[in-house]
């Protein structure tokens, strides 16, 4: 099932910014949306006409919306918006409000943003194939303190919403899926792709068009890093990014690498021998037939390649999840409400800490 929340534009004018630098505001017609197109669904509280608040008419093949071809490189950012819900490993909306506040005011502006969000269930296929898969990863709790009781997805989605950002969400797929699906139909559309995220995985997509932009919380600020940032730091190109990792593995995503099986193939050993072959797959197929270094890295290659080969499908991005980019998906983003939305969001954390310090102090009272 793909869930999609499409954003409310509203008139309002902001009286509150949460940042010295806030951004432009512009007056704009009330447009709400609500309509299903090709099994996705789109919620909100009135009916979508031709002439929407999105200022496009869809053109329609075979029951299939068209997408302009675009010569401009215009950005397109996608929000991975999971692991920005977390302080550590520990669920926090602090953290999520802190770190879009400096998105929206200091990296995207008014350039269109697509947030992400993962199923319900995630990808039960890697959990089985890896039951310590993202297994340290606390799930968001439906209850944030007395008193304030929904889904912490509700409330993200509602700030996002506000703000005209739409937020995909399709059942038993995670984040990275669904955006790394995407990200090959935006630049098909002739855009460029910026992914906001802190997970490493993406990097396996990084190219001349597409960039991440990363949250440094020793800097408390969000940096670029784009491919020549990578070659920089690994003299090789990021097509070989996966197969490093699915040897060194992925400690953040509880995908442990081949150290603990042969001490001393560590990444100095993996990146040079993923260089020369150019690929995991190649790496071990040269490995059956003949020496490819020192004796510990021959046996673990010959001795652990279905180990290693489980690794590469447990960290590999789908590109193939059943989602369709829209048309209005692509459209520069309204941010006349952005600066009421978060200061209101702010408020609505402080109150309900203070809510919950209260209720502690009462019942220990």
């Given at each position: ?247 060194v593995g992925d400690q953040a995503d509880g995908v442990p690498g081949i150290q603990h099986l042969a001490p001393g193939f560590g990444q100095k050993t993996a990146l040079k021998l993923i260089k020369k072959h150019g690929s995991l797959e190649n790496l071990l197929k040269t490995a059956a037939v003949r020496t490819v270094g020192r ?71």
């Amino acid at each position: 099932m793909v869930e999609v929340a499409v954003p409310t534009r509203v008139h309002i004018t902001p009286f509150l910014s949460v940042s010295p630098n806030p951004p432009i505001c512009r007056k704009i017609v009330v447009t709400k949306v609500a309509r299903k197109i090709s099994g996705v669904v789109a919620s909100s509280s009135s009916t979508l006409s031709t002439s929407s608040g999105f200022g496009y008419k869809p053109k329609v093949d075979d029951g299939q919306v068209l997408l302009p071809k675009k010569t401009s490189k215009e950005r397109v950012f996608f929000l991975d918006v999971n692991p920005l819900c977390y302080e550590g490993s520990k669920p926090s909306l602090q953290s999520f409000a802190h770190w879009v506040s400096l998105f929206f005011n200091q990296v995207s502006l008014s350039d269109p943003v697509i947030a992400v969000v993962d199923g319900e269930r995630g990808s039960e296929h890697r959990r089985q194939l890896l039951p310590s898969y993202k297994a340290h990863r606390w799930k968001f709790l439906r209850q944030f303190s007395k008193g304030h009781v929904g889904r912490s997805h509700g409330v993200i989605t509602n700030v996002l919403r506000k703000c005209n950002v739409p937020v995909i969400k399709i059942e038993g797929h995670e984040a990275d899926d669904v955006i790394a699906t995407l990200v090959g139909q935006v630049l098909q559309s002739g855009y460029r792709v910026v992914i906001a995220s802190p997970d490493k995985d993406f990097k396996q997509l990084l190219s001349e068009d597409v960039q991440l932009v990363i949250p440094l919380e020793e800097l408390e600020r969000w940096s670029f890093y784009t491919l020549k940032h990578y070659m920089a730091q690994y003299n090789c190109d990021p097509c070989c990014d996966l197969s490093l990792r699915c040897i060194v593995g992925d400690q953040a995503d509880g995908v442990p690498g081949i150290q603990h099986l042969a001490p001393g193939f560590g990444q100095k050993t993996a990146l040079k021998l993923i260089k020369k072959h150019g690929s995991l797959e190649n790496l071990l197929k040269t490995a059956a037939v003949r020496t490819v270094g020192r004796q510990y890295a021959q046996d673990a290659l010959t001795k652990h390649a279905d180990y290693l080969r489980r690794n590469y499908e447990i960290l590999s991005l789908r590109r193939d999840v059943d989602v369709r980019l829209r048309e209005e998906w692509l459209v520069k983003r309204d941010t006349s409400n952005d600066s009421r939305t978060l200061s209101n969001f702010f408020k609505f954390l402080e109150e309900t800490q203070k809510f919950s310090h209260y209720n502690v102090s009462v019942s220990n009272g």
